[in-house]
């Protein structure tokens, strides 16, 4: 699978933007049409544009020293500076959003100035992007006759959420930039930097509270159930409901890594599995996932994150197939809750082309998608589309059938990637979740 990193080529971005304002020639003045002149009428228009709107759009250098387009987010003052000095949140429009970042004026390229974009509320409002369970949460809470007070709180929730509030956090051995947006209490909105409790997951405003804390703290691994353990890695079971508070900070700190919007308020109605690396220190999180109690649709998994510093080592490979094991322990077929990100959908896509196409390349004789799904617990839209990408899905005489010429196979299962970290199932002590009443 491809990198999907921002390209750092020479074709990205600047050759491709054309500015919108080009002023025309610059009129040459009466006695010489010297350029200092020209200069001068070029210099003015630039200081009549600023400080730049919300919503231009405008080339930036990025820290490949390259330009790429980007849109204004948001501006502020710098302090103790002239009427016109500001500096600018931007996001690089051909780039995911963990890349949006304040820049200084000196990065942009006024040149490339185009025009002002004014959103209209209502495309804001449908580019929210929205899991079903957070609408389903909606129209739940949905006050008949209040309809604009729903948008406007949607609304009001893009506008609070689109600069990132925390930069940075510390967490056990690392310290870690962040990438979203994350609703933490009013209190920490003057936080930079957050200290995490890398146990209780607590989190606080400076060095020596957390130094305080970790001297009090007794736990050294997530609270609840230990239910797989193999060598160095185990998986602890978290329900939200009785660690509220160890579920809540974990949605917290999950935030500043997922871009679509997670609810804080219900961690009652889900199980946390956190996978940690353990040593005589204690267990170390490396990532999670969350999964509903009870789900109408039929996810096995809500969020699912591995830590920046644990990323591309195969962890999320394994916390995916872990929660597929849960659906065959629950004799359940199950999918990911969506939307899925984009890191989210490449990892999924390498695991159910080698998971299918495993299979696929040992079976012998005729398999339909129905058994497909029954051996591995993926649902059957989700085995479709992965086979349809792969162009293994031909419809003959009203029926969809799968061709697996074992080359085309081998080069598919080639390009989908290593396999990852297994999960041995033997090492898996689980069984499924029971309302206790
Ligand atoms: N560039 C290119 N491919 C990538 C990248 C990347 N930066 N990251 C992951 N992939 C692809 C690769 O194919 C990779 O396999 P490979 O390394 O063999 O090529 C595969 O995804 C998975 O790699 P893993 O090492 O198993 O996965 P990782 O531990 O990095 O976790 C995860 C993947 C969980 C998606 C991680 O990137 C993450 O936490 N991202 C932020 C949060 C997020 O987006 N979560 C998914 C949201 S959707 C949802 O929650 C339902
Ligand atoms: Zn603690």
Sequence with gaps: MGSIEPPTNAENGSLTFTAAVTGGAAPLSESTGAPAAENDVA?????????????????????????????????????????????????????????????KLEQ????????????????????????RHQKRKI?????????????????????????????????????????YFSPFPTEYNDCVKLYFCEFCLNFMKRKEQLQRHMRKCDLKHPPGDEIYRCGTLSMFEVDGKKNKVYGQNLCYLAKLFLDHKTLYYDVDLFLFYVLCECDDRGCHMVGYFSKEKHSEESYNLACILTLPPYQRKGYGK?????????????????????????LGLLSYRGYWTRVLLDILKK??????????????AIKAEDILTTLQTLELIQYRKGQHVICADPKVLDRHLKAAGRGGLDVDVSKLIWTPYKEQS
């Design 139 to 179: 129209d739940e809470t949905h006050v008949e006759g209040h309809e604009e007070l729903d948008a406007a709180s949607l609304r009001e929730h893009e506008e609070f959420t689109k600069v990132k509030n925390i930069a940075t956090i510390e967490l056990g051995r690392y310290e870690i930039e962040t990438w």
């Design 43 to 103: 210099k003015k228009r630039k200081a009549s544009m600023l400080p730049l709107e919300v919503g231009t759009r405008v080339l930036c250098r990025w820290r490949d020293n390259k330009y790429h387009p980007v849109k204004v987010i948001e501006r502020r003052k710098l302090p103790g500076s002239g009427a016109n000095d500001y500096e600018y949140y931007v996001h690089y429009t051909e780039f995911n959003r963990r890349l949006d970042e304040w820049v």
């Design 318 to 342: 394994f916390l995916i197939a872990f929660s597929y094991e849960l659906s065959k322990k629950e004799g359940k077929v199950g999918t990911p809750e969506r939307p899925l990100s984009d």
């Design 363 to 376: 079976h012998k004789g005729n398999i339909s998608i129905k058994e497909l799904s029954d051996m591995t």
């Design 108 to 131: 942009l390229d006024l040149d490339s100035v185009e025009t002002v974009v004014d959103e209209k509320v209502e495309d804001k409002v449908t580019s929210l992007k929205m899991t």
